[in-house]
């Protein structure tokens, strides 16, 4: 089964910084979108970060100003740089992609996720 895999995650005091990586499998191509998400203990997930193919990124209202999504394309490998975190920000963080494999159909792709703890 093809699937990112996240790193980066851990435990930080508020106000600090965490840099999460996600490699993307080679086998995986045509990619639209890259993107994170995240997911706190009893809420949905949700969209904290995205970058089209062209570059372009959006971001969650909550995070603007403080996390940055990046990718480099020639690792397959997409970033997320977290500045001035909060415990709200405490989550499972996970990578997704929406591209597809040779012969299958274009649909999205995810990490099994990387915690990420924000307290003093």
């Known amino acids: 089964q093809v699937q990112l895999v996240e790193s980066g995650g851990g435990l930080v005091q508020p106000g600090g910084s965490l840099r999460l990586s996600c490699a993307v499998p080679?086998?995986?191509?045509?990619?639209?979108?890259r993107a994170w998400f995240r997911q706190a203990p009893g809420k949905q997930r949700e969209l904290v970060a995205s970058?089209?193919?062209?570059?372009?990124?959006n971001y969650a209202d909550s995070v603007k100003g403080r996390f940055t999504i990046s990718r480099d394309n020639a690792k397959n490998t997409v970033f997320l740089q977290m500045n001035s975190l909060k415990p709200e920000d405490t989550a499972a963080y996970y990578c997704?992609?929406?591209?597809?494999?040779?012969?299958?159909?274009?649909?999205?792709?995810w990490g099994q996720g990387t915690q990420v703890t924000v307290s003093s």
């Open positions: 970058i089209t193919s062209g570059g372009s990124p």
């Open positions: 997704n992609v929406y591209g597809r494999v040779r012969l299958g159909p274009r649909r999205d792709y």
């Open positions: 080679a086998s995986i191509f045509d990619i639209n979108v």
